[in-house]
């Protein structure tokens, strides 16, 4: 059983910026971000894998997927935040294929979230 946890959410205006980390107990081959707004479902946001990264479109350019295996921490930098980042940012950990890197149900392991708002 690998342990998530996630920590660095919080209340910012449109165009701050955030940073999310996830620590794991132990290494996983992908790491990812989802996030969950009011009303909707969990939706991809990045990922990291073989060190290739992989964005959802709406995302790209702003937010930054890294890691440090010597911490076994996955980060998420978030820039030019928008009122429609809204959400509660989910890590998630396993092993999928690269067809499924965007589909929540692929991944075994999942953080408790850590709530994002972005005002307006």
């Known amino acids: 059983q690998v342990h998530l946890e996630e920590s660095g959410g919080g209340l910012v205006q449109a165009g701050g910026s955030l940073r999310l980390s996830c620590a794991a107990s132990e290494r996983r081959p992908t790491m990812a971000w989802f996030r969950q707004g009011p009303g909707e479902e969990r939706q991809f946001v990045a990922a990291?894998?073989?060190?290739?990264?992989y964005y959802t479109d709406s995302v790209k350019g702003r937010f930054t997927i890294s890691r440090d295996n010597a911490k076994n921490t996955v980060s998420l930098e978030m820039n030019s935040l928008k009122p429609e980042d809204t959400a509660v940012y989910y890590c998630a950990a396993g092993s999928p294929i690269l067809s499924n890197l965007r589909t929540n149900s692929a991944y075994y392991y999942w953080g408790q979230g850590t709530q994002v708002t972005v005002s307006s």
């Open positions: 990291l894998r073989s060190g290739y990264t």
